[in-house]
Each structure stands twice: as structure tokens, then as C-alpha cells.
């Protein structure tokens, strides 16, 4: 490698690094920095679920998240009881259970009042 510029460690990025950038660096951009982040998780998490499927613990350690129906490892990420698979689903969940809870109150309160017989008056 002698004489050539280091390039981006992101998989899909061959971009040669910026002149002048530390000897540290291995990406580009943030971007790529991220997105080599999130495949890291996810190979890991793909890992996870493989290995727990081979080893016949499907039931009790991969858990199937209630909003967007991926299959998640318990255990390492995630805790032992959860429910969902991430914060953004976790907040989705909440956001519609609110939405429901508004959807009943406004159907409660908008409903016509019923006059008590006693103070309608007749002609």
C-alpha cells in the first residue's frame, strides 16, 4: 500500500480519504461512518438470531416486535423482557395508543347530552 491514499472502510464507499486526515481516520464522511455502524449492529443482531435458531431457542430467547414484525435476539442489545425491537418502535406503539385514547374521548365528549326530563319544557 505504499504510495497510495488510504480509501473509506465503509463496504459500499471506495472513496480515498480526505488529504491531510489523521491516521486514524476511516471514513469519508459521517454518513458512511454511520452506516458502517448500523450494518455492524445488524450483522451482529443477524448472528444472534441465527445461532439461537440453531441451538433450538427460538421461543424463549427471539421475540417479534408488535409494531414493525422483526424478529430481535433478548439478551444482548436488548433486555430479557422486551417488547420492542428499538426506540422508534417503542414511540410508535405509544404515539398510537394515544392516538386511540384521543379517538375515545373525543367520541365520549362529542356525544349529545341527554336533557333531564325534568327541566325540558313542554308547550
Not at 46 to 59: C, N, P, S, T, Y
Not at 102 to 116: E, I, K, L, Y
Amino acid at each position: 500500500m505504499a504510495g497510495q491514499a488510504p480509501r473509506c472502510a465503509y463496504i459500499l464507499c471506495s472513496e480515498p480519504l480526505p488529504a491531510g486526515a489523521r491516521s486514524d481516520k476511516q471514513y469519508c464522511c459521517p454518513a458512511h461512518k454511520a452506516a458502517a455502524r448500523r450494518w455492524r449492529h445488524h450483522y451482529a443482531e443477524a448472528v444472534e438470531i441465527g445461532i439461537a435458531f440453531i441451538h433450538g431457542l427460538d421461543d424463549e430467547h427471539i421475540a417479534c416486535c408488535p409494531v414493525c414484525g422483526r424478529r430481535f435476539a433478548l439478551g444482548h442489545g436488548h433486555r430479557q423482557d422486551a417488547v420492542y425491537c428499538g426506540h422508534a418502535c417503542r414511540q410508535a406503539a405509544y404515539r398510537a395508543r394515544r392516538r386511540a385514547g384521543q379517538r375515545v374521548r373525543v367520541a365520549v365528549t362529542d356525544s349529545p347530552s341527554v336533557t333531564d326530563p325534568g327541566t325540558a319544557t313542554s308547550r
